[in-house]
């Protein structure tokens, strides 16, 4: 068995659990082992042994057409779930999945976004130049950005893909631009390895990629080559298809589940743990009720150990809460919602079109969800 295997965050253990935090957003901490759901049979008859002598029980979920058959009920104290871990992976990969659910937040941070096509669904092409990509990205940074993300592609339903040579000629020049003159670190978002190549070697830091590595199979050996940061996000489908009636038994436990198995594929390919972030993907292969499930219980995807981006900025969601038939930019209010309500629930980047507003929301999300 390999390290990664053995890897009680990522092994082939831990990608069979779906750690729930069932604890309510405010001031309280989340409970240490509330449950954790696995797919029906995964669990070896000596392992059921080892757990159910330290208390930790395999219950049905009262649904024969449930996602998860079963669910681990571990509502007991670390010295027993510790005693189990000795001798039971999935104890350890429980109790792993659990700690890093329940493990200090760093404080949010900001990442602005530098849209570079003619068809955002945000902006409709009004930073489409090169020079006015750059001075709008230069103006995110004086508001408190944390990071700029450069985005050539667009990926809104219904976009349609564009050719690695246009998708160069579009991110290269700004992303250039941008990191002669801003201290803080570049991401591009593609999905394609090669412009990703070249967005690092003219500046770039990260690699944000809506497809988690699955479009084209050379990212993950491009960031890992060069040590850079990497966003793995769920999508169900491509632009084109992603809306046309997307399904899940329960989202947040299959968005967990592809999310633990890129990221696993991500490491095996040699992309450093500390550098990768998860992204749910919100409004990406997802209705309204998807969206807000997700949003609702964010706080599960902690147990991966890794920092949340939350991407909700002026989204369509927000349209469909309200009703209001406004434009994406005058959708300041829900995002700011939204953006509150990912501090609390466990995000830690947040990307974001509005920088000022939005930094301040999550600042005051954030020293309300410590108290």
Request: aromatic letters at 4%.
């Amino acid at each position: 068995m390999s390290e990664l295997e053995r890897d009680p965050v990522f092994g082939a253990v831990a990608r069979q659990l779906c750690a729930r935090g069932d604890a309510s957003p405010g001031c309280e901490s989340p409970p240490p082992y509330a449950s954790v759901n696995c797919r029906a049979g995964v669990v070896p008859a000596g392992e059921r042994a080892v757990l159910e002598e330290h208390g930790v029980r395999l219950l049905p979920l009262g649904s024969s057409t449930a996602p998860w058959p079963e669910e681990f009920a571990a509502a007991v104290d670390r010295e027993r779930m510790e005693q189990a871990a000795r001798s039971s992976a999935c104890a350890a990969a429980l109790l792993a999945a659990s700690d890093a659910a329940a493990a200090q937040r760093a404080a949010p941070r900001i990442q602005g976004v530098v849209n570079v096509t003619p068809d955002s669904f945000s902006d409709g092409g009004r930073c489409f130049d090169p020079a006015r990509a750059i001075e709008h990205g230069l103006a995110l940074a004086a508001e408190g950005a944390d990071f700029l993300d450069v985005g050539a592609e667009s990926t809104r339903p219904g976009a349609t893909p564009v050719s690695v040579e246009e998708e160069l000629a579009r991110a290269i020049p700004v992303v250039a631009g941008l990191a002669r003159q801003v201290a803080i670190p570049i991401s591009i978002d593609t999905t394609k390895a090669a412009v990703a190549r070249a967005a690092l070697a003219a500046g770039a830091r990260i690699v944000n990629d809506v497809s988690a590595g699955t479009q084209d199979p050379g990212m993950l050996g491009v960031v890992a080559e060069r040590r850079a940061g990497y966003v793995a996000m769920h999508r169900r489908g491509d632009p084109r298809t992603m809306q046309t009636a997307p399904a899940y038994g329960d989202v947040v436990a299959e968005v967990l589940e592809f999310l633990r198995e890129r990221c696993f594929r991500a490491l095996a390919a040699g992309v450093p743990r500390e550098t990768l972030w998860v992204d749910p993907g919100i409004g990406f292969g997802k209705t309204l009720a998807h969206n807000l499930e997700l949003l609702r219980r964010l706080q599960e995807l902690r147990s991966l150990g890794l920092p949340i981006l939350l991407g909700v900025s002026r989204k369509s969601f927000i349209r469909e809460i309200t009703g209001a038939d406004t434009p994406p930019a005058g959708r300041i209010g829900g995002t700011a919602a939204a953006v509150a309500l990912g501090v609390v629930g466990g995000a830690e980047i947040l990307r974001v079109h509005d920088v000022a507003v939005m930094r301040e929301a999550a600042l005051v999300a954030r020293e309300i969800a410590s108290c």
